[in-house]
């Protein structure tokens, strides 16, 4: 099994430190944790398939599960405090001095495109933690991925982690009216290891024949067959 190594970047973090690197697995939202795997009719009662079988949600995709549980989770080591300044602008405080060059604002990136809903001042973070990965491998960092319940925004890119180890800063936005405390252990970086390797890409244009043919295949995933997709063909990520 392939190793990710998460190093510190302050000499008083140990495993059991609240922004120790975690899988992704293990912080899973309330949200989708207590979502229905079923629908429910509005009279309460669950809707029903022509087989007698219950009508499934999105929460028995493995599709989405894969996302919720895929890869690891940088989190912040204390509390931190947005608020609006003396200037009318939305600005930071890091609650433990200890951490006060955790999370910082920064100079916003000329030309790149600015999403909708978010302050235009840019904050960065400084992660406790340094990823190194084995040769030939690199890792993407985003944003957790569906996380849409948080009041940030944080940027992606890609790091050849089998060559360079470093903590590096993470540029991230503050929802527009966001003002209150991100809590000590919030997730901010999801990290996905990744081979590299070369790509060459096909356009390939079906014939009526052959269109139906593949159009057909997803009528076995759908048809009376709740999970048939989980539980023939899809393999299981694990994440340690």
């Not at 790149?112 to 973070?125: L, Q, R, S, V």
Request: charged residues 25%.
């Amino acid at each position: 099994m392939n190793q990710i190594k998460f190093v510190s970047n302050r000499p008083w973090l140990n495993e059991k430190s609240i922004s120790t690197p975690s899988p992704v697995s293990k912080d899973i939202p309330d949200w989708f944790k207590e979502a229905d795997r079923f629908y429910k009719m509005p009279d309460g009662e669950y809707a029903i398939m022509p087989d007698g079988g219950k009508v499934p949600t999105w929460k028995a995709c493995p599709a989405l599960l894969d996302v919720m549980t895929t890869g690891y989770f940088l989190k912040t080591p204390c509390d931190i405090e947005f608020f609006i300044n003396s200037k009318n602008e939305i600005d930071v405080k890091v609650e433990n001095p200890m951490m006060n060059d955790f999370c910082t604002k920064r100079q916003p990136m000329p030309q790149f495109e600015h999403p909708e809903g978010y302050y235009k001042e840019h904050f960065a973070w400084f992660p406790d933690w340094a990823v190194e990965l084995p040769d030939g491998y690199s890792a993407l960092y985003t944003h957790p991925l569906n996380r849409f319940d948080l009041p940030f925004y944080t940027f992606s890119g890609i790091i050849d982690n089998d060559k360079m180890s470093t903590t590096g800063q993470y540029p991230f936005l503050i929802k527009n009216n966001f003002e209150g405390i991100i809590k000590a252990g919030t997730p901010f970086v999801q990290i996905i290891p990744f081979k590299r390797d070369n790509w060459e890409s096909e356009s390939v244009i079906y014939d009526e024949g052959q269109l139906i043919l593949s159009l057909s295949k997803p009528y076995k995933y759908r048809k009376n067959k709740v999970n048939y997709y989980r539980d023939h063909e899809w393999d299981k990520k694990q994440f340690r």
